[in-house]
Nanobody, 121 residues
Framework: QVQLVESGGGLVQAGGSLRLSCGTSRNVFSINSMGWYRQAPGKQRVLVATITGGGRTNYADSVKGRFTISRDNAKNTVYLQMDSLKPEDTAVYYC???????????????WGQGTQVTVSS
C-alpha cells in the first residue's frame, strides 16, 4: 500500500518561511496531479495549491504570491514553499496525489497524514 509521507511543519513567527515536503513511501508507476490542502480548527479542508504532471500550477487566492508549489518527478515528491506567513495560515496541511501503482488499472487519490503549521503573531 502506497503512503504519502509529509515533513516540514512547525512553529514560525509571522513573516517567516517554512517548506513542506511530501513523498511516496514506495515507488509507483505514475503520478498525475499533486497538491496541498489545509484545515484550520473548526473549518473545512480547503485547497492551497496543485501542480499537474506537466508542471502547471494553481493557487488559492489567499496564498498567491506567497506560496510556491513544485515537484520532483524523479523523487515522487511535492514541495510547498511558504513565505511571508501569516497567523491565518495556521492549519494542518495535507498533501494529496493521484497515483497509479504498479499492477493497478486506474489512478487513485492518496492523502498524507497531515503536518501542523502554526504561525504566531
Amino acid at each position: 500500500q502506497v503512503q504519502l509521507v509529509e515533513s516540514g511543519g512547525g512553529l514560525v513567527q509571522a513573516g517567516g518561511s517554512l517548506r513542506l515536503s511530501c513523498g511516496t513511501s514506495r515507488n509507483v508507476f505514475s503520478i498525475n496531479s499533486m497538491g496541498w490542502y489545509r484545515q484550520a480548527p473548526g473549518k473545512q479542508r480547503v485547497l492551497v495549491a496543485t501542480i499537474t504532471g506537466g508542471g502547471r500550477t494553481n493557487y488559492a487566492d489567499s496564498v498567491k504570491g506567497r506560496f510556491t508549489i513544485s515537484r520532483d518527478n524523479a523523487k515522487n515528491t511535492v514541495y510547498l514553499q511558504m513565505d511571508s506567513l501569516k497567523p491565518e495560515d495556521t492549519a494542518v496541511y495535507y498533501c494529496t496525489a493521484e497515483i497509479l501503482g504498479f499492477g493497478a488499472v486506474r489512478f487513485l487519490d492518496y492523502w498524507g497524514q497531515g503536518t501542523q503549521v502554526t504561525v504566531s503573531s
